[in-house]
């Protein structure tokens, strides 16, 4: 099935609506919403606000750790049983927040995935995906995905290896080699915005005369244009390489105060920012400084003046870094201390930082008399899990494996999807595991392998398995959509089918660890309002929408799954 015809079929999808009816309104009264930021704090759950904003006996003398988020809570609606996408990754998860959308709409399952409809790229990428052949509008190939650092020109600089003029941190769109982008059947690469199909805010905002702009951890995020090109959807778009190699920051100070002009944590593993509690946030500090140029109405460097944007944001990647980290190099560990969600005191180090720069964010908004006109919305794209470290199980325990490797082994899966693959990208496993097999025929032998593996002395800890109508439920079946995986696999709470010795924590899973995330929407005119009603980060794309005057049904996933907007707003 060609993806014209997909997004056909996909349009005609009657999924279960994730909004809530019958919960009362809080109110934004004041002017008109001008403009919306929209923050990411990748892997906060829910119960980190409530502990960062009221304090926790057992962290921080008792006294509340994020008072600026805190105090964008006093004037926020609050929605305490907020979901993600599931799975839970940040490219699914960051699709859902911007389109409205499912997997199974979007066609985002991860950054590393599958599509028996594509082939292989042209060149092999960065992290191993292997170059293949392509015959143009012949029988596709199939291909495992990539859209991460490895489709960069040179993902080992932060600047993604972008040709100049490009500055040290800036590349966007520029630092992607389409050498190494997947090919569709006629054999074009296949852009990060065209991958995801279905359109998002930003496009639809910039379709409408408004003014876009977003900030990211890899070039590859450009997907958020998706419904046009970045040339058409996005305004503004900066996306340092976050897993390129350590470098000096000249001119950059975090917001807690701290120099970057030359590498904080020397001693750390220089090969990406996310080995460091305290390099990560000179990285995160790059796109903070995006923001607050984008406030003052320039752009991300602050080179040029252009406009305050209509929609903007970023993500921040601290907290995430602080939940998982075991910092070999210093002897450090991250994460939490108790299933309390107690955080330990580098996790909680991360927490001041994004508080310190979502401080700085209001404080200029404020300066520029633009706090009464802008909505702020606070989310993340995935949780992280176990929050209680001693569920944790970094890998199946001897002489378990993970699910694709036993499938390699018995010959189920794709080369370019198996373990036995020595140079390859390898499966789509964390606290998850995506399947797509080499043929779909093979699904019910290969389950039953997996069921015959699942007990505690042969066990590849298995917790449920989707396949056949259970997976169908909610996602598209696998003779109708190129996508969908053949088998998801979610192993028991805390154990994850990574083999990393420097992480206590993962994402991705369908856990409540995972998935249940902070979400706020605040302005100055809001009335306090906590909602415990089950809602999805999906409803934040139509509620942005709405909030801007813009019909949310001008989203396409919105009218394939009936994504309603958020309950307990009532916007100007």
């Given amino acids: ?93 960051l699709t859902a927040i911007v389109t409205g959308g499912s ?7 991860y950054d590393v995935a599958y599509s028996r409809n594509y082939n292989a790229p042209a060149k092999t990428t960065g992290n191993g995906l292997a170059a293949g052949p392509c015959v ?9 995905t990539e859209y991460e650092e490895g489709i960069d020109i040179n993902q080992h600089k932060l600047n993604g290896g972008a040709p100049p003029p490009a500055s040290l941190t800036d590349g ?35 379709a409408n005369h408004g003014y876009t702009a977003w900030s990211d951890k890899h070039p590859a995020y450009a997907s958020v244009a998706s419904g046009s090109d970045p040339e058409h959807a996005l305004d503004d778009f900066y996306a340092p390489e976050i897993n390129s190699n350590v470098i000096g920051l000249p001119g950059v100070t975090t917001p807690t105060g701290i120099s970057c002009a030359r590498i904080r944590d020397r001693g750390a593993d220089l090969t990406a920012w996310t080995n460091s509690f305290e390099n990560i ?41 602080g939940q998982k980290l075991i910092e070999k190099s210093n002897g450090v560990t991250g994460g939490y201390l108790d299933a309390a969600g107690t955080p330990s005191a580098a996790l909680l180090n991360e927490f001041q930082f994004v508080d310190a720069s979502i401080a700085a964010f209001v404080k200029e908004l404020n300066k520029r008399e633009l706090l009464s006109s802008t909505l702020i919305v606070i989310t993340a794209k995935h949780g992280q899990s176990p929050i209680d470290p001693s569920r944790y199980v970094g890998q199946t325990k001897p002489p378990g494996t993970s699910p694709a490797t036993l499938l390699s082994d018995a010959g189920f899966l794709p080369f370019s999807e198996s373990t036995n693959n ?24 290969a389950v039953a392998l997996l069921e015959a593996n699942a ?19 909610n996602y598209n079946d696998v003779t109708t959509d190129p996508r969908t995986p053949d088998i998801i696999v979610t192993p028991n709470v805390g154990v994850t089918y990574s083999k990393s010795q420097a992480k206590q924590a993962e994402h991705g899973g369908f856990s409540h660890d995972d998935t249940n995330v902070v979400l706020l929407l605040s302005n100055p005119k809001c009335k306090p309002r ?7 980060t999906a409803q934040v794309a139509p509620t942005i929408l709405k909030a801007l005057h813009l019909s949310p049904q001008l989203l396409d996933a919105v009218r394939a799954e009936g994504t309603s907007v958020l309950p307990a707003v009532q916007l100007p």
């Fill in 1 to 93: 099935m060609n993806e014209v015809t997909m997004k056909r079929t996909l349009a005609l999808l009657a999924l279960t609506a994730v909004g809530s009816m019958g919960v009362a309104v809080a109110q934004i009264n004041s002017s008109p919403i001008q403009h919306v930021l929209l923050i990411s704090i990748d892997g906060m759950h829910a119960v980190d606000f409530l502990n960062c904003a009221n304090g926790i006996s057992t962290a921080n003398n008792n006294q509340p750790f994020c008072p600026a988020i805190a105090a964008l809570g006093q004037t926020a609606v609050n929605y305490v049983s907020a979901t993600t996408s599931k799975p839970s990754d940040s490219f699914p998860g």
């Fill in 172 to 206: 966007g769109i520029e630092s992607i080699d389409p050498m190494k982008l997947v090919r569709d059947n006629g054999c074009s690469p296949v852009y990060p915005w065209q991958f995801v199909r279905a359109n998002s805010i930003f496009s639809v905002v910039r």
């Fill in 136 to 144: 143009p509008y012949g029988p596709p190939t199939g291909t495992t």
């Fill in 455 to 473: 007990s505690a002395t042969t066990g590849i800890a298995l917790g449920q398995i989707y396949y056949g109508p259970s997976l169908f439920l």
């Fill in 281 to 321: 946030q000179c990285y995160d500090t790059l796109k903070v400084n995006a923001i607050l140029n984008e406030i003052d109405g320039k752009d991300h460097l602050g080179m040029r003046t252009t406009k305050v944007p209509t929609v903007f944001g970023m993500n921040f990647q601290a907290v995430s870094v």
């Fill in 422 to 445: 020595p140079t390859g990208i390898g499966p789509t496993e964390d606290d998850v595991s995506l399947v797509w097999l080499s043929s779909s025929f093979d699904t019910d032998a």
């Fill in 103 to 109: 997997p199974a709409t979007t066609g985002v399952y």
């Fill in 530 to 536: 906590t909602v415990s009603s089950p809602v999805g």
